[in-house]
T-cell receptor
């Protein structure tokens, strides 16, 4: 198993540009989520999904869109990038249930100029 | 809403010394509790978790954590650290299938 994969590893955008961060998992996990990590702030939940066709907002959803058309994929879209979205983005997946482990991808480092 | 506090931003310990990283949570009931480790440039790896039963839980890499309900704490311990333990450590609570993380503690190991 490849686990949780994320592409790209690094990305530089200009303000106002759009892009999609890709996330895929091959563990048949129902639950997938996106976090952003900023210095001194830990990880904050952006959006999550409990299954194909079902998504919901986390703590910091503004400026981001998600969709879940398949169990395997959970892309994160930035429609109009802003410097405040400069961060490291992590995708995670796991089986449903509060005590279940979430497996994290390696992250995407995004810089918005 | 739940919250997690990790009061120590940075801790330095000597190789072979014992380690304790502090974590306090705020939630109306007993949440699910996790410790994750992040090596530089990497994603997060689960060290251990608590959801019920024995309040002392064992994890990978020789780590353990103790849940103390009266203190709303879930401190991480290791009796003897190795240079490879240098990393950032995150405590998290799980509520309604969502994780809320603390701000992390960076661990430096000196020879």
């Amino acid at each position: 198993n490849a686990g949780v994969t994320q592409t790209p590893k690094f990305q530089v955008l200009k303000t106002g540009q759009s892009m999609t961060l890709q996330c895929a998992q091959d563990m048949n996990h129902e639950y997938m989520s996106w976090y952003r990590q900023d210095p001194g702030m830990g990880l904050r939940l952006i959006h999550y999904s409990v299954g194909a066709g079902i998504t919901d907002q986390g703590e910091v959803p503004n400026g981001y869109n998600v969709s879940r058309s398949t169990t395997e994929d959970f892309p994160l879209r930035l429609l109009s990038a802003a410097p405040s979205q400069t961060s490291v983005y992590f995708c995670a997946s796991g089986f449903r249930g509060q005590a279940n482990e979430q497996f994290f991808g390696p992250g995407t480092r995004l810089t918005v100029l | 809403a739940q919250s997690v506090t990790q009061p120590d931003i940075h801790i330095t310990v000597s190789e072979g010394a014992s380690l304790e990283l502090r974590c306090n949570y705020s939630y109306g009931a007993t949440p699910y509790l996790f410790w994750y480790v992040q090596s530089p440039g990497q994603g997060l790896q689960l060290l251990l978790k608590y959801f019920s039963g024995d309040t002392l839980v064992q994890g990978i890499k020789g780590f353990e954590a103790e849940f103390k309900r009266s203190q709303s704490s879930f401190n991480l311990r290791k009796p003897s650290v190795h240079w490879s333990d240098a990393a950032e450590y995150f405590c998290a609570v799980g509520v309604n299938e969502k994780l809320t993380f603390g701000t992390g503690t960076r661990l430096t190991i000196i020879p």
